[in-house]
């Protein structure tokens, strides 16, 4: 008897071919929704850590921000968008050193100055800040 129900001989031979169908159609249909319900998954959007930790705009930070970019302009000249973004390093620096760091930390922060000038800058810019070691110690401390 089990043997007669697993191979559907309960049921005659022309529904065979359809019952087959519907489950194939049945489980395609099932693999489609699986798709597109995982595809319409929200996202969380997490915020950046960096502009949660930002403290409001001080401006003796921003006064030797951009001291410091005047400094770095007078050696290698800047375009404005690099300007900005040396602005933004450079208050960073100046918010941090204002916070009470020990010397670690603040040894992780003038490397940490120094690398991101070494990426922006062409290897041409930073031989001529290579040059000014005075201007290279002043822009990384």
Do not use: C, W
Request: glycine share 2%; aromatic share 6%; hydrophobic share 45%.
């Amino acid at each position: 008897m089990f043997f007669k129900l697993s191979r559907f001989d309960f049921i005659n031979k022309k529904n065979n071919i359809a019952i087959m169908k519907k489950i194939i159609a049945l489980m395609v249909v099932m693999l489609g929704f699986g798709f597109t319900a995982t595809a319409q998954q929200k996202k969380i959007v997490r915020p950046n850590v960096s502009t949660v930790q930002e403290a409001p705009k001080d401006a003796a930070v921003e006064q030797a921000a951009l001291k410091d970019v005047a400094t770095l302009n007078k050696v290698v000249p800047l375009t404005d968008a690099e300007k900005v973004t040396y602005k933004g390093l450079f208050e960073h620096k100046h918010r941090q050193l204002k916070a009470n760091l020990t010397d670690d930390q603040k040894t992780v922060l003038f490397q940490s100055i120094d690398a991101k000038l070494r990426a922006g800058l062409n290897p041409a810019q930073m031989a001529k800040l290579d040059s000014n070691k005075k201007v290279l110690a002043t822009l990384t401390h």
